[in-house]
């Protein structure tokens, strides 16, 4: 796709060329578009939006104490996947938006906008999941609202999730953090939650016993705080990893190397992206985390990941190797080196 | 409509007889079905749920601060209306929620759900009347997030807002604190909102000059606890004045008069419920509070409302008579007596 850098009534936007009057499914994948669109488009005309700090929650000061404030919208279709439902994705998503800048969560706002005609069953399975995976996340649900649309107007049931945390004293996790030497940590094998929802997807279905990896992590990132010295946190959802990476070393500008050997992936998602021409680095994932840790700290920190619920898979899959150049090397299996870049267009739309 | 008490799975759930298993549009309007959703569905599921407290935002405390924290959704159809669109409104809603509980507005996240096609010009109107809301009432837009989701999938744009404030020592507002004595003080005109948006609904549209009130409260509010007592306050939304009455009657467990020939409602309000045999007391507003005021302090607070660009029409339209039964006596212009009850139904969907 060819990239056209014009005005857009006083504000430089890059949007694709021949399409740039109108919002795009790229626009929502995560990726280059979104970031775009973030970038040249709302924070422009946002003058009174708080200094953007590019991380996955806001952080607001009062009285000293930090507060983190993060919102996500869930569209996922279908709403009942393998592992998980729109409701465990919705509440695990803001839980784990909250955990990647080191807080931990307080409340939780549910809101729901709901087709016309949609069973109350299936509106009872999502809610009762809502409860299940809070209670699991330790997360209290404060507030909801209800919104119902006619018929056609909304594709069953959409919900937004609102998370609140507080972030103690001494915890300093951001992705402007990472400096060379910084060992980086996967929690767990990655695209699981692509995989499993495209197997599910009309049209595109194929056999796979895969189960989303839908998972809150705000415990696994209590222990993993208590063990080292964490720098960075990343939840790699909308765009996967290579998109989570991109983010990271342009936020602290520097190059890092990722080993392709040492990135876990399951047989089934690995036979699935060879199939159909996807690389697993922009797969989706609701239930892993990447984390830049203090060299010093990396190995006791991945021994605790290990022991955790979530982590059990968690790996070292590179290191930061210079500052000065936000750039990322992967280090192929059969030997060779590429440049990643982000996710630039869509992969696979409604996957969260 | 007639309803039937059924068991939901161990839930009593009043639920329309002939569509019990079915989301109705009814669910979403604010009144009686919204009611029976929450406390007969959600509240029984969500075990995690804070105690609800039934005002419009939650109440947290968290090292003796008190902050309130509240969602809402925005469906709202058309996106453009006379006198605002969805992103005020979004904006609006949400600090006037806030407002309500007596908070100071500190920040708000917005999520787009956007349909894919959509002009970026909408959009770009969207986010700059956002912006120029926020700008007014004085909250920072703290995160956003932005969803795409192919055409047909959703209509147009929804948007929701979800705000966080915190609460001043010595405020106490909630709509469980009216007792006898208590004066009712309406800020405004009546049902300005609701009219609005149906004179320009494919296929209802009449000409009328009318403008909706959207408006953010918070400044007001501000002005009104300095100048008394003031135990609750609620901004008549969907279901209307009508339905806001009965919540606060039913919370504080009191019988309270209104006077009909009190209740200001703009000429073109009135014309437009005759024509449609709509009652103004169940029509939405989006820039009108009522406030319940210790008997003292009514006269003062009244007179500071008539200064604030927000409260030039404001007057007292009733008193709380008695305790110990939730009642609405409507005294009549031609002299009658009648009881309100909460909108039964769904009046006009898609109204916010």
Do not use: W
């Not at 009062?62 to 507060?67: F, I, M, Q, S, V």
């Not at 809502?130 to 107007?153: F, P």
């Amino acid at each position: 796709m060819e990239y056209n850098e014009f005005d857009f009534d006083g504000y430089a936007c890059s949007i694709p060329h021949q399409t740039k009057e109108k919002i795009l499914l790229g626009h929502g994948s995560g990726g280059k578009l979104s970031h775009d669109l973030i970038n040249n488009f709302f924070l422009p005309e946002l003058k009174n939006a708080a200094p953007r700090n590019k991380d996955d929650a806001a952080i607001i000061s009062l009285n000293g104490r930090r507060l983190a404030l993060t919102t996500d919208s869930y569209v996922v279709s279908p709403l009942f996947f393998p592992g998980g439902d729109i409701g465990k994705l919705a509440v695990c998503g803001t839980v784990n938006d909250l955990s990647m800048v080191g807080a931990t969560p307080i409340a939780l706002t549910c809101g729901y906008i709901i087709e016309e005609g949609l069973p109350l069953e299936i509106l009872k399975r999502v809610v009762h999941s809502i409860q299940e995976t809070a209670l699991e996340a330790k997360i209290y649900i404060a507030a909801g609202d209800t919104k119902v649309v006619q018929r056609g107007g909304v594709d069953k049931l959409f919900i937004n999730t609102t998370g609140l945390g507080y972030i103690s004293e001494g915890i300093n996790i951001s992705g402007s953090n990472a400096i060379p030497g910084d060992v980086i940590i996967i929690s767990g094998t990655i695209g699981d939650h692509g995989i499993a929802i495209l197997s599910v997807r009309e049209g595109l279905g194929f056999e796979t016993d895969l189960q989303s990896d839908v998972a809150p992590l705000n415990h696994l990132v209590k222990d993993m705080t208590s063990a080292g010295e964490i720098k960075v946190l990343r939840d790699p959802t909308r765009g996967g990893l290579g998109t989570s990476l991109v983010e990271i070393t342009q936020q602290s500008n520097v190059t890092i190397e990722i080993y392709e050997r040492d990135i876990p992936i399951m047989p089934q998602v690995r036979a699935a992206c060879e199939m159909l021409g996807f690389d697993p680095l922009y797969i989706a994932n609701e239930g892993k985390l990447v984390a830049f840790v203090a060299e010093r700290d990396a190995d006791k920190v991945l021994s605790i990941m290990r022991k955790h619920q979530y982590g059990q898979s968690a790996a070292i899959i590179g290191r930061v190797i210079e500052a000065g150049k936000p750039r990322i090397y992967l280090k192929t299996i059969i030997g060779g080196k590429r440049i990643v870049d982000m996710l630039p267009g869509e992969l696979l739309p409604r996957i969260c």
